[in-house]
């Protein structure tokens, strides 16, 4: 067995860990998976993915401040959510979440191109956040209507 075969099953493993403790971590525990090392590994990560996105913001508005991210909450659960990911729980994939970054942040640059008050921004924002929702909505329950016949 090759290092680069363990190593990407330790990976794999590590994924499904994370997985099973997400989606209960009582059973993960029980089936004998190394619920708190991973949990130390992911917010591990999470907290270096944090401190960069300050950096970042600091560097990019020249300050830094306890509050300067206030308000983004609704614009990065737009983005998953428009990624394809479901309010109510469920799959997501890192990728749409990009997509779903990257079409808010078109938009937003293109209704700052065009003069756009930023009042009706979050008012666009929340609107296509509704349709998403509503695509998703609908998409489920077509879903258990083709699962129950």
């Known amino acids: 067995m090759t290092r680069d075969h363990v190593t990407r099953r330790e990976y794999d493993d590590f994924g499904?860990?994370?997985r099973a403790f997400g989606s209960n971590e009582r059973a993960a525990v029980?089936?004998?998976?190394?619920?708190n090392r991973s949990k130390v590994i992911v917010?591990?990560?999470?907290?270096?993915?944090?401190?960069?996105?300050?950096?970042?913001m600091a560097g990019r508005l020249s300050s830094a401040e306890g509050n300067m991210a206030t308000g983004f909450e609704m614009?990065?659960?737009?983005?998953?959510?428009?990624g394809g990911t479901a309010l109510r729980g469920g799959r997501g994939t890192m990728f749409g979440t990009v997509v779903g970054s990257v079409l808010f942040?078109?938009?937003?640059?293109a209704l700052n191109l065009l003069g756009v008050a930023s009042y009706?921004?979050?008012?666009?924002t929340g609107a296509v956040l509704i349709a998403a929702i509503a695509?998703?909505?609908?998409?489920?329950?077509?879903?258990?209507?083709r699962g129950a016949g």
């Open 30 to 35: 029980l089936a004998g998976m190394p619920v």
């Open 16 to 18: 499904r860990t994370v």
């Open 105 to 109: 942040a078109v938009l937003a640059n």
């Open 43 to 56: 917010f591990i990560v999470a907290g270096v993915c944090f401190a960069l996105a300050g950096v970042f």
């Open 120 to 124: 009706w921004q979050y008012v666009l």
């Open 75 to 82: 614009n990065v659960i737009a983005a998953v959510v428009v």
């Open 135 to 145: 695509v998703g909505a609908r998409r489920s329950s077509a879903a258990e209507v």
